[in-house]
Each structure stands twice: as structure tokens, then as C-alpha cells.
């Protein structure tokens, strides 16, 4: 289910009286805060390793189901199944290094 919006707390709660612009800064502050704690989450280089890794097990996966077929303890589908998805993580991976080189010579190219 989908988290009402006051429950994230970035809004502060209504009241009927008007008050005065510290109080109302003080709201903005404490929502400002709720949102910088709410994006905190796992870092790029974490997210990074993590996808690397998973690429690593997948390729892993298909040499293994590939061996155990040669050996005659897969069937032919467990084999085919998980060298395409090896092959899938190796294409995502090889397209997620080009795109990552490229944003980094776009970098290098800008001027200071």
C-alpha cells in the first residue's frame, strides 16, 4: 500500500490561527530536513558494486549450469536458461560501461 503523503513528513500540520514567519520558517526547516533524511539510501557506488556483483553471479550461473549439462546432471533448458541470462547481464553490463565512460569524457570536455 502507498504511504499517504503526510506520513513522509515534509509537510508541517495545519493550523486554524495565523502565526508568525518564525514559526512558518521553522515548518520549511523541519520539512527541508525530513527530505534530506528521507533521500538518504543506498550511494552510488554501492548500487554500482551491487549490480557488478549480481553481473559476476549471473555470468558465474551460466558457467556452472553449463558445466553440470556437459556433465549430464542439467537438462537443456536449466543450461539455455541460464546462459542467456548470463548473456543479458553481460550486455548490461558491457552498455552500463559505455554509457558511464561517456558521461565521463562529456565531463572532461566541459569547459572551466
Known amino acids: ?10 509537510f ?9 514567519d518564525n514559526t512558518v520558517s521553522k515548518a520549511v526547516g523541519t520539512a527541508v530536513g525530513a527530505a534530506a533524511t528521507a533521500v538518504a539510501g543506498p550511494g552510488f557506488s ?22 553440470a ?11 539455455v536458461d541460464a546462459v542467456l541470462q548470463a548473456e543479458q547481464a553481460l550486455k548490461t553490463a558491457t552498455a552500463f560501461r559505455d554509457k558511464i565512460v561517456s558521461a565521463y569524457l ?5 569547459q572551466i
Open 106 to 110: 562529456d565531463i572532461t570536455k566541459m
Open 69 to 79: 549439462g556437459i556433465q549430464g546432471k542439467a537438462n537443456t533448458r536449466e543450461v
Open 1 to 10: 500500500m502507498i504511504n499517504p503523503i503526510e506520513g513522509l513528513g515534509l
Open 12 to 20: 508541517a500540520p495545519q493550523t486554524d490561527k495565523v502565526s508568525d
Open 46 to 67: 554501492e548500487i554500482l558494486g551491487t549490480m557488478a556483483a549480481d553481473a559476476v553471479n549471473s555470468v558465474k550461473g551460466g558457467e556452472t549450469a553449463s558445466f
